[in-house]
């Protein structure tokens, strides 16, 4: 097993930043992707970012590109979304997931999910 914590969502002015953090624990060897969802009230969830264990790629969905950057930390087991520019359409409760296989924008093929971390970006 694998378990996910986030840490670092809060409430932020739009145009503001926050950076949430995923620390990842147990079985890391079996993991080779890491993505970020969010789910806003009513919708459904929504791949954000990914990037490989080993952190050589990255993916990003269009609608945070050249705002957002996945990051990891090898030594510290870790993956960081630094978000930047936010907008009020970026509120929703974002999820780290991990997956045994490799990318996928696909929210059930990932295996094993964080408890989720509320980003709310007032207007």
């Known amino acids: 097993q694998v378990q996910l914590v986030e840490s670092g969502g809060g409430l932020v002015q739009a145009g503001g930043s926050l950076r949430l953090s995923c620390a990842a624990s147990g079985r890391t060897f079996s993991i080779r992707f890491m993505g970020w969802f969010r789910q806003a009230p009513g919708k459904e969830r929504e791949f954000v970012a990914g990037?490989?264990?080993?952190?050589?790629?990255?993916y990003y969905v269009d609608s945070v590109k050249g705002r957002f950057t996945i990051s990891r930390d090898n030594a510290k087991n870790t993956v960081d979304l630094q978000m930047n520019s936010l907008k009020p359409e970026d509120t929703a409760v974002y999820y780290c997931a991990a997956d045994r296989s490799y990318y996928s924008s696909r929210a059930y093929d990932y295996d094993y999910w964080g408890q989720g971390t509320q980003v709310t970006v007032s207007s």
């Open positions: 990037i490989s264990w080993s952190g050589a790629n990255t």
